[in-house]
């Protein structure tokens, strides 16, 4: 009985066509990956917005208010997640502390990024940002017991925001937006020059 074997040709070509596809998805996936990180990134911070706006509401302790601190002590990679005393001093918590962003993502914007003009959301008709971050002029926000969100330094705003930018070719940005009487938190994506929705 006679088997029958491959060819060194149809070998090579199954070789060439397992390499052609595994360069194909090296390629997708070194497109894609400033993307996953910039997403995580994110969810990181509006995970962390979302904890202390419930921990301001539960109120289990004694706590005065939560708050998100962003460009911790002047780096726009660090943020610190911290509890306050009615007295402002800080209230020992077994979670908070500093948070590093992952490499390559830092709170910052550049509107040069864009061609034209950004197409920004409702929430900003009347004043588009222009800066990295800005809670009522504070780096800072404030989550207190009935919801509400104001800056670090107690001031109220309608709408505060933060950028988050990977700085890879071509940079890719979120924008996360809180609005201060409900505390709401949103996570765009900017990609050319429209924004939408995480």
Do not use: C
Request: hydrophobic residues 40%; without cysteine; aromatic residues 12%.
């Amino acid at each position: 009985m006679k088997h029958k074997a491959f060819t060194i040709i149809e070998i090579l070509i199954v070789v060439a066509i397992v390499v052609i596809v595994a360069g194909i998805a090296i390629v997708a996936y070194s497109n894609a990956e400033p993307v996953f990180e910039l997403n995580g990134a994110a969810d990181q911070i509006v995970s962390a917005l979302n904890l202390a706006k419930q921990r301001a509401i539960s109120r289990t302790d004694n706590t005065a208010y939560w708050q998100v601190e962003f460009s911790y002590l002047g780096d726009n990679t660090k943020f610190r997640f911290m509890a306050y005393n009615a007295d402002g001093s800080e209230h020992p918590y077994g979670d908070t502390g500093v948070f590093t962003l992952p490499q390559g993502i830092t709170i910052d914007f550049s509107s040069t990024d864009f061609g034209g003009g950004i197409i920004w959301p409702a929430e900003f008709i009347s004043t588009p940002p222009n800066t990295d971050i800005d809670f009522s002029g504070s780096d800072a926000i404030r989550f207190l017991p009935v919801g509400k969100a104001v800056s670090g330094t107690g001031n109220d705003f309608n709408v505060g925001y933060l950028f988050l930018k990977n700085s890879k070719n071509p940079p890719n940005y979120k924008l996360i937006v809180i609005t201060g009487l409900t505390g709401r938190i949103k996570a765009y994506t900017l990609t050319d020059d429209r924004l939408s929705l995480q």
